[in-house]
């Protein structure tokens, strides 16, 4: 559908591929690169809840046990610490790592 990045999977049923890949309307992405987007959560349980979307969907947890998967993690992990630092946020913030 256009998408340059061939080997990426998306999931026009998963609403967090939707989101990622901007098939919806009004979410604002507070963080975007060529795999991963930040959003905010609809239902924060902190002030700082936000959520680290892959744009590639994820099946289910053993597609992360390989070596992409480690990848991914390192990479999720490596982003969202960046984006609490340019947040200037340390302890508040609450990130959780979603597979989609
Ligand atoms: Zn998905």
Redesign the pocket.
């Known amino acids: 559908m256009g998408d340059q990045n061939e080997d990426k999977v ?2 026009n049923k ?1 609403i ?2 939707n989101i990622s890949n901007k098939m919806t309307a009004n979410t604002q992405l507070l963080y975007e690169d060529d795999n991963y987007v930040i959003i905010r959560d609809i239902r924060p349980v902190v002030d700082h809840h936000y959520l680290l979307i892959t744009k590639s ?2 099946k289910n947890v053993k597609q992360m046990k390989t070596r992409e998967g480690i990848e991914m993690i390192k990479d999720m992990k490596r982003i969202g610490l960046q984006f609490m630092s340019d947040q200037t946020l340390t302890d508040e913030l609450q990130l959780r790592q979603v597979f ?1």
Do not use: N
Request: aromatic share 12%; glycine share 0%.
């Open positions: 998306v999931d998963c967090f591929c969907h994820i989609t």
